[in-house]
């Protein structure tokens, strides 16, 4: 199974950006797809999640201004972004949970310029 993400690249500070996260297969059976965020020299963190059911989480450093969905006819799994700070800056990744395995896509890199 594949993910590829996009949507990243240079975005004003106080614009929105999405992100998209398209996956080979399984979204439609996947316990659990994610969007996760790292910057260099820091351990890797979660921003938002989806369940099979639907059901969405989100880190409390989102504070309502990121949104998480899927498409399962396209496969695909978005994050909608708003309010963008320098703070946000970071490589998103989005993984998906499915049986026993675990899956990462290769990252798109948000720069937040102000």
């Known amino acids: 199974l594949r993910l590829v993400e996009s949507g990243g690249g240079s975005v004003q500070a106080g614009e929105p950006r999405r992100l998209s996260c398209e996956a080979s297969?399984?979204?439609?059976?996947?316990?659990?797809m994610a969007w996760f965020r790292q910057v260099p020299g820091k351990e890797r963190e979660r921003v938002a999640t989806?369940?099979?059911?639907?059901?969405?989480s989100y880190a409390d450093f989102v504070k309502a201004r990121f949104t998480v969905s899927k498409d399962n006819a396209k496969n695909t799994l978005y994050l909608q972004m708003s309010s963008l700070s320098g703070e946000d800056t970071a490589m998103y990744y989005c993984?998906?949970?499915?049986?026993?395995?675990?899956?990462w896509g290769q990252g798109t890199q948000v720069t937040v310029s102000s």
């Open positions: 297969a399984y979204t439609d059976s996947a316990h659990s």
């Open positions: 993984l998906l949970r499915w049986r026993d395995y675990t899956y």
């Open positions: 989806i369940e099979l059911d639907g059901t969405t």
